[in-house]
Structures are given as C-alpha cells and as structure tokens.
C-alpha cells in the first residue's frame, strides 16, 4: 500500500508539507490515542505510510479510518508490545503493508503514581514491561529489520520524571530505562544507517489528566495544570524521524509546546579529586569542600538557565 501524494493529510500540523515522510513506513506503537494518534496523524499527514498499533482494535481502527478519510495510507495492528513475538509480528505487519520499515516511534507506556512504600508488585511490574520491554522488544525487532535495509530511525519517548519526581519512581525509573536504551541503541548503531534518539514530549494526555487526578485525589498541589495539545508534539516526531535530521543520533530532545532544549547525557563531573589513599576522614573532607556544592538539585536540572529565542 503506497502512501498518496499531499493534500488534505496536512490537518492539524502546520508547517508539514506531505512530503517530509514521502516514501517511508512507520510503526507507531500505543497510537490508538492520545501522543500516539497525534503521531501517526502526523506520520500520515507527511507522506508516510503508517502502522498504528494499540493493544484494543477499537481505538486503533479509528486512528486509521481518520488518516484513510484525509487521504492518508494507515493500517491497524494490534499487537502487546510487552510479547517479544507480537512486537516481532508487529515490526513484519510493517513490512508486509508497505515494503519497507523506514521508522518507529516506541510510545505505548503506561504511569503509576505513589511514593516507594506504597507501590505494588504489579505497579513495578506493569511500569517496566509496557515502558521498558515493550520498547526494547520493539526495538530489537525493528533494528533487525533497519540494519538490513541499511537505513532507518527509532524514536523512544522517554519523560523528564526519569530526573526524579515525587511519587513517580516506577514511571521514572522505566523512563530512565528508555533513556539508556536511547544511548545504548545509538551507539550499538552507529555506521549502520540506523538512529536513534528520544522525545521528552510534555502534552496534554491521558497520562497527565491520570496525573491531574492523583494530585488532587491526594491533596497536593495540582500538577501539569496548562500543557499543550498532543498534536504540538507530533511534528518534532516526524522531523527527527526525516532525512532531515540524518545529523541527529544519541540525544533527547524535551519539548513543551514553547520550549525545545536538549536533555544532558550521563557524565562524570570533572575536574575529579585524587588522592592515593582514602579514609573515612578523607571522604568526609573531600564531600565538605569540594563535592557538596558541586552536587545536583533533585529533579529535572536545568544546566544553563538562558532562553535563546528561535530566529
């Protein structure tokens, strides 16, 4: 099934023109809502042929319908992202519909709320096969098919909570799993053709009205109150899904409708403190004078606090 040439499919995003996509096939999971219709709308609306995955066939038919009826080129597959053989099936639905697999965007996740204590086996166990086993299954069958075609590019969506957000360590933590995957995978293909990088998008989703409602559920302060439309993220997915962004490889990309800023990779903070044998003394000196005020807020830091406003 070969993508249509551009007309309507532009819809909701601005700026795509049908021809960023043109030619190339997309696996987007956990798109029957939310960021993930928003992207395989998206995907569609760029000349891109589209595999919209749900694990429920309702909402995911319904994604397609709307990308056919604009003209778009979309197919349905349902598919548990977290069974190493459906995310294997799901990668072939692929290329069997469209020839080829040019992208995948790994967003199907999940969220579970509350502080360490009060977390369940099955809310760790839930947060890290959808958002870390799905995506690393996925994955892995997709770079399969990627490194044989010597061509391709991976989008893992990732969230800003993997820095440390109260009462969001499993969703953090599987968050911060993605990221490592993220730099892993990068590295791992290097030279093939392949990329892969990571969107921290922040929007308007089931996942923060879930969010909304436990704050207020627990009496906090409410959270994540004015965030934009799913729709404002999609076309940064398809940017760094296009020949365009052949440059872009290893990083995450945050973005919060207004703001785009790059996430800091993992590092060793230099210069380091040498010293060629160490007590207990020692450490507690070196924390005193040295390490304390070089230590890193909790949360997502923001390294330079300058706004350069785009030309």
């Known amino acids: 099934m070969a993508a249509l040439a551009p007309d309507d499919r ?3 995003f601005p700026g795509i023109t049908g021809w960023e996509l043109q030619g190339k096939a997309v696996v987007v999971t956990g798109a029957g809502r939310g960021l993930g219709a928003a992207y395989a709308r998206a995907v569609a609306a760029a000349g891109g042929g589209v595999v919209v995955n749900d694990i429920d066939s309702a909402p995911a038919e319904s994604v397609v319908a709307e990308i056919r009826a604009a003209g778009g080129a979309a197919v349905a597959a349902v598919a548990d992202v977290c069974d190493w053989r459906q995310a294997h099936e799901l990668m072939d639905r692929c290329v069997a519909s469209f020839g080829r697999l040019d ?4 967003n199907a996740g999940i969220m579970r709320l509350g ?3 009060r977390l369940s086996e099955g809310d760790w166990r839930a947060s890290m096969e959808v958002n870390v086993l799905g995506t690393a299954f996925c994955g892995a069958h997709a770079a399969r098919h990627m490194v044989r075609q010597g061509s391709g590019a991976i989008l893992n969506v990732t969230s800003g909570s993997h820095a440390g957000d109260p009462e969001e360590s499993a969703y953090g933590a599987s968050k911060g799993a993605v990221a490592s995957l993220t730099y892993a995978w990068a590295a791992d293909l290097l030279g093939q053709g392949v990329r892969v990088n990571a969107i921290s998008p922040l929007a308007d989703t089931a996942l923060t009205q879930q969010a909304r409602e436990y704050s207020r559920l627990s009496e906090q302060a409410p959270r994540l109150e004015q965030v934009p439309a799913a729709e404002a993220m999609a076309p940064l997915a398809v940017y760094l899904l296009s020949d365009a962004a052949a440059a872009i490889a290893g990083q ?10 790059l996430l800091v990779h993992p590092a060793v903070l230099h210069p380091a403190v040498e ?4 007590s207990f003394r020692d450490f507690e000196r070196i924390f005193d004078d040295h390490l304390a005020a070089r230590s890193w807020p909790l949360g997502l830091a923001e390294a330079e606090a300058r706004v350069v406003p785009a030309s």
Do not use: E, K, M, T
């Open 115 to 117: 502080p360490i204590d």
């Open 252 to 261: 995450i990309v945050r973005f919060d409708g207004q703001r785009l800023s």
């Open 275 to 278: 010293h060629s044998s160490w």
């Open 10 to 12: 532009r819809g909701a």
């Open 103 to 106: 992208g995948l965007i790994n």
